[in-house]
Each structure stands twice: as C-alpha cells, then as structure tokens.
C-alpha cells in the first residue's frame, strides 16, 4: 500500500495533467473529442476506473476542467480508488508518463520536484484556475 504522501502526490499529478488534457480533448468539438490521442488517455482512465464515485468526480471535471472543488473531488477519489485497489497505482503511473507524452506535444508542460515529507504539490494549466 502506497503511503499517504506518495498517494496524495499521484493522485494531485493525475488530475494536473487530466485537467489541460480534457481540455484539449474538446477543442474541436465534442464530436471529435474522442477521437484524438488527448481523447483517447481521457477514455482510458474513464474506463480503468472502477468506483463509480471516481467515474462521476471525473465526469465532472470533464464538465468543468478549470473548477477547482472538481479536481479535488476528483483527487480524493482518485486516493480512495487507488487504497480499494492497490494496482491502480500502477496503471496510474503509466498513465501518467503516457499523459506527460501528450501534454508535451499539446504544448503543456509541468513539472514538480518535492522532497521531505508531509509536502503537497498542486500544478494546473490554464486560466482562471484557483486553488483553495
């Protein structure tokens, strides 16, 4: 099991990169939204998932990529997702690298280097972002 560090520190990576990712996904149009490689990772974490709490916390920052009561939603059930099932974390971190991929050639690039502990790290994209 991971710790609550490490597990707070996946689960914020995740929807820093989802969050510029989904918008992305539907600059053309939500017609194309799937269509794309950013559409694609969207779909696979959906898919992956497997509470239905983390399906509708993800929905929701589909809805509203910018709103920050979203993505914490979204982060809090992310870690309970991951503490139901461990070998989420897995699938998680290659996500992640798969996201990273993405967002780099979407132009989006973030980076976080913490060290110590008790530490938390939020990353967002965009405008209009808040973090409260």
Do not use: C, Y
């Amino acid at each position: 099991m991971l710790d609550p560090s490490t597990l707070t520190t996946l689960a914020s990576a995740t929807v820093a990169l989802l969050s510029p990712l989904i918008g992305k996904a539907f600059e053309k149009g939500a017609e194309e939204a799937g269509k794309g490689a950013a559409g694609l990772l969207v779909e696979r974490l959906k898919t992956r998932l497997g509470s239905t709490r983390a399906k509708d916390a993800l929905a929701d920052v589909a809805q509203q990529p910018a709103d920050a009561d979203s993505q914490a939603a979204l982060r809090v059930q992310l870690k309970k997702a991951v503490e139901a099932e461990p070998a989420l974390a897995d699938f998680l971190q290659q996500w992640l690298e798969e996201a990273r991929k993405q967002a780099a050639v979407t132009g989006i690039t973030q980076t976080a280097t913490v060290t110590g502990n008790h530490n938390q790290t939020v990353q967002i994209a965009g405008s209009g972002n808040s973090v409260g």
